[in-house]
């Protein structure tokens, strides 16, 4: 058991372009969360997967952002037309069986939009 | 929206001293407590948990205490270390949701 892994570690990007983001979770881990941080705040729910489906999404999560997790176990996180406000650490986190336990997470991946 | 702070943003100990970190929650419907230690450039780890069915929890060198009357969170580090300076987070799970809420963050600086 590896832990979480996310990559790429860090991105830059230019304004406007698209950016895609991968989560591999413990494996077993049924339940996948994305989070978004920002420096010097605690991270902010973005999404939840239980399996393959999509059972909750934040209001932050505009349209620019899809969250997929096409087979249960890996996650992407892509962001489209990127602006500078979605400079930032995604966290990926995943946890198990039972219901409402810890959530493990990633190192994250830093992005910054230039 | 879900309100989760801490008392204090920053806290500095001597080592070899004990460390009290303090947060408070805002809803009533959360029932389930997480403490994570997060160093600079590493994703949030996770310390200790608590359900709202205990008063108190003990792992490690770490004692986590709730307080559901005031809604209140406490986690206690004996005998501190260098390497336990970090940013510590509570965070706040709510019956209703699956999601975590978490606070700012207290940022804990131990003095050799």
């Known amino acids: 058991d590896t832990g979480v892994s996310q990559n790429p570690r860090h991105k830059i990007t230019k304004r406007g372009q698209n950016v895609t983001f991968r989560c591999d979770p413990i494996s077993e881990h049924n339940r996948l969360y994305w989070y978004r941080q920002t420096l010097g705040q605690g991270p902010e729910f973005l999404t939840y997967?239980?399996?393959?489906?999509?059972?909750?999404k934040s209001r932050l999560l505009s349209d620019r952002f899809s969250a997929e997790r096409p087979k249960g176990s890996f996650s992407t996180l892509e962001i489209q037309r990127t602006e500078q406000g979605d400079s930032a650490m995604y966290l990926c986190?995943?946890?198990?069986?039972?219901?409402?336990?810890?959530?493990?997470f990633g190192q994250g991946t830093r992005l910054t939009v230039v | 929206g879900e309100s989760v702070g801490l008392h204090l943003p920053t806290l500095s100990v001597q080592e070899g001293d004990n460390s009290i970190i303090n947060c408070a929650y805002s809803n009533s419907a959360s029932d389930y407590f997480i403490w994570y230690k997060q160093e600079s450039g590493k994703g949030p780890q996770f310390i200790i948990d608590?359900?709202?069915?205990?008063d108190k929890r003990q792992g490690q060198r770490v004692t986590v205490l709730l307080n559901k009357t005031v809604k209140h969170l406490s986690l206690q580090i004996a005998a501190t270390q260098p390497g336990d300076s970090a940013v510590y987070f509570c965070a706040e799970n709510p019956n209703t949701g699956n999601q975590f809420y978490f606070g700012t963050g207290t940022s804990l600086t131990v003095i050799p």
């Open positions: 986190a995943s946890s198990g069986a039972p219901f409402r336990t810890e959530a493990f």
């Open positions: 608590i359900r709202s069915n205990m």
């Open positions: 997967f239980q399996n393959e489906a999509q059972l909750e």
